[in-house]
């Protein structure tokens, strides 16, 4: 990657997850895997999720083994097994104490959360792991694109209310190459 690469850092993630979600769209998600190969795919869609009052979030029923890296600093890595096969990778953001994160929810190539994870290697062996760390890291390579606003999927389990937010962002047109 060149010098006009740069990684997002802790300050990034520190903010609400409806800043932070729709500003990942674009960027690229890195794996550096054990081989010292570096995977890399762009992120295409996310959704946030938050706090005790969002009855989409797994921090919805309160504190729990499961759900403490929710609690947890921002940049840290959240990755679950959904379904008993597939890994999905969230990253927690805002203040320290308030459970909130994203997940990514599709990357070019690789559409959904489940096939994402596959095509970078991605398993629970990163949860509670820090993007800090170098292992998963998100870089913003300059590329500039338009945000759609969308309704979560895949909670239907949660209140009509939370299943009607526009808490999903979809990339758009890319803008980077219109002046």
Known sequence: MGSENKKLNDSFFQRDRLVVAPELVGKLLVHQ???GERLSLRITETEAYGGAEDTACHA???RTPRTELLYGPAGVI???L???IHWLLNIITGEEGSPQGVL???CEGAEGPGRLTKALGITGALNGGRLSDGILTVVDDGMRCEIVPD?????????EEDQARLW?????KN???VE
């Open 33 to 35: 895997l054990p081989s």
């Open 60 to 62: 919805h029923r309160g």
């Open 78 to 80: 959240y990755v679950y």
């Open 82 to 84: 959904c379904y008993g």
């Open 104 to 106: 990514i929810r599709a």
């Open 151 to 159: 309704r979560r999927v895949g909670i239907g389990y949660a209140s």
């Open 168 to 172: 999903r962002f979809k990339m758009g």
């Open 175 to 177: 803008l980077s190459s």
